[in-house]
């Protein structure tokens, strides 16, 4: 795995260091396109790559729900440790954003490339199954809520304004429809197959990219507020997690990526949430490069539990 995480640590570097380029663009201002981008363009091609070709199995429904146990579970323990046992030491809107990070994890951005790096290309539908039928709802759901009262923006989110929200994301109806011709075996023409992988090929090094344009180092008095975060995104999620994905994944290569997405640390696009109802933007942005640099050490160890 250390191979992979080289390959995938150059081009991340490459967005760390064009930041200092002079006469670069707004960082933050690229990292919205690109994430525009992938999001509504080259993630729905990919998605509807894997989704229609794939064998229709269980895991269309034990993926998303080892994604949900996982989201949840990191939900209650970064409330429990964040809003409960160190809120004296902490504003509202540095809650909200910790919460965000224990919770969510980075299932596509970096969960894509390392696992299909890692496992192979053949499990490419476990990424997305995780996130766009589990992580991405909840965050735009339980994590809108959540966010809105913690924040400080006047921004009202509920349960019926997410949902409505998640249906309208461009992956969430290529998933449908690759779901429809998967069922009814239409065979996509070997065209569109082509361009949809072509425009697949495109979504890691961009993700890699935007998430150097986001890392921000810590500084020496948050590191410790920030390292429960990390932990509990990238260690005691996937242990407890773990006898549940095991029990109802029954592909060894599928609990094998699976596992690794419960591991990824946090997810970029939480960035969002915190500017769109006023978290402590600076504190998450920190908490991201924390739990990503301990996944570098998490993440191998994550696999080896795997008998």
Request: aromatic content about 8%; overall charge neutral; glycine content about 6%.
């Amino acid at each position: 795995m250390t191979d992979v995480f080289l390959r995938l640590a150059v081009i991340t570097a490459a967005g760390i260091a064009y930041r200092y380029l002079p006469g670069a663009l707004p960082p933050a201002d690229i990292r919205r396109i690109i994430s525009s981008i992938v999001l509504n363009v080259f993630i729905p091609f990919l998605t509807f790559a894997f989704i229609s070709t794939a064998p229709v199995s269980s895991d269309l429904i034990t993926v998303p729900i080892v994604s949900v146990a996982s989201a949840l579970l990191g939900f209650g323990v970064g409330w429990l440790v964040y809003a409960k046992l160190l809120a004296r030491r902490l504003t509202a809107p540095a809650i909200g954003s910790l919460i965000l990070a224990s919770a969510w994890c980075n299932a596509m951005y970096m969960g894509l490339p390392i696992t299909t790096a890692v496992v192979g290309e053949h499990v490419g539908r476990v990424p997305i199954l995780f996130d766009y039928l589990g992580m991405t709802p909840l965050l735009f759901t339980v994590g809108a809520v959540m966010s809105s009262h913690y924040g400080t923006r006047q921004t009202t989110a509920s349960l019926g304004k997410g949902i409505v929200e998640v249906l309208r994301l461009p992956p969430i109806i290529a998933i449908a429809l690759g779901i429809v011709v998967n069922i009814l075996d239409v065979t996509p023409p070997s065209w569109l197959l082509s361009a949809c992988e072509g425009a697949g090929k495109v979504v890691a090094p961009l993700m890699l990219f935007s998430i150097g344009l986001a890392l921000r180092l810590p500084t020496g008095q948050s590191i410790l507020l920030l390292i429960p975060s990390a932990l509990i995104r990238t260690v005691l999620v996937p242990l407890i997690v773990m006898p549940l994905a095991g029990a109802i994944i029954m592909d060894r290569d599928v609990l094998q990526a699976t596992m690794l997405e419960t591991a990824m640390p946090t997810m970029m696009l939480t960035m969002v949430f915190a500017e769109r109802f006023g978290l402590d933007e600076s504190v998450l942005a920190q908490a991201i490069l924390v739990s990503t640099l301990l996944s570098v050490f998490t993440l191998p160890q994550v696999l080896a539990w795997i008998p």
